[in-house]
């Protein structure tokens, strides 16, 4: 029974692994995914039922995996991410419910907050583009009126593109001054920039942070849990 589990646990973890992937790919790609990925990956997790040999306790297992649905679905109408990030996350709870090749504890939500963490380092590469600009003597908020805690923000969210691409403009016209337009712009329907030497915030696809994000769930855990860990 146990050898049973197991490669049926190495099963999910492929699946989910191949998912990601391709959708990984497409998006990078193409920027767009096709939603019959989570539908076949989806039913392939359910189909998988069949075969455990604990039939409820896998039920059990994924139902409270899908707990996660209903946040992610409410941060994808909130426009913070696209809504094939939000059936990504789903598809995963589906088909690769809690797996962790670690010993550190995991939750529903590890993938998410895993990917959330990785989400924040765009920024510190941003921040160290923009500063070393600055040290080059460039005026980087040229023609702006803005304060400082504005330009700092926008430091840390953005930089000045040359050709952007996949990327979204955050100035605006304001008189014969620009303006940092620093406001949350919505995933599903915001549009990319080409205009030259505009302020842009890099449009780097989410997905890649959530095959991160499960990735370390796989052989490390829940990197929050991990932390608080530190402090008890």
Request: net charge neutral; glycine share 6%; hydrophobic share 55%.
């Amino acid at each position: 029974m146990i050898e049973s589990l197991i490669e049926i646990t190495n099963i999910r973890i492929i699946l989910a692994l191949t998912m990601l992937g391709i959708a990984s790919y497409t998006d990078v790609s193409k920027r767009e995914i096709n939603d019959l990925i989570w539908i076949v990956f989806s039913i392939s997790g359910i189909a998988l039922l069949f075969l455990e040999p604990e039939f409820m306790d896998s039920i059990y297992l994924m139902v409270i995996s899908l707990i996660v649905a209903p946040f992610v679905l409410l941060i994808w109408r909130l426009g913070l991410f696209g809504g094939a990030d939000a059936f990504a996350v789903i598809s995963l709870a589906i088909l690769a419910p809690q797996i962790t090749l670690s010993e550190n504890m995991i939750s529903p939500f590890t993938v998410l907050t895993n990917a959330i963490i990785f989400s924040i380092i765009p920024m510190f590469v941003n921040l160290s583009r923009n500063l070393i600009l600055i040290a080059q003597k460039k005026n980087i908020f040229e023609g702006f009126s803005e304060t400082k805690s504005r330009r700092i923000l926008a430091m840390l969210i953005g930089y000045k593109a040359s050709n952007p691409k996949y990327c979204f403009s955050i100035e605006k016209k304001a008189g014969k001054k620009k303006k940092l337009n620093l406001s949350l712009q919505h995933a599903e329907y915001a549009e990319f920039c080409n205009k030259p030497d505009t302020w842009v915030t890099p449009g780097i696809p989410y997905m890649l942070f959530i095959l991160g994000g499960f990735l370390v769930q796989l052989f490390y855990g829940d990197i929050i849990f991990s932390v608080f860990g530190l402090f008890t």
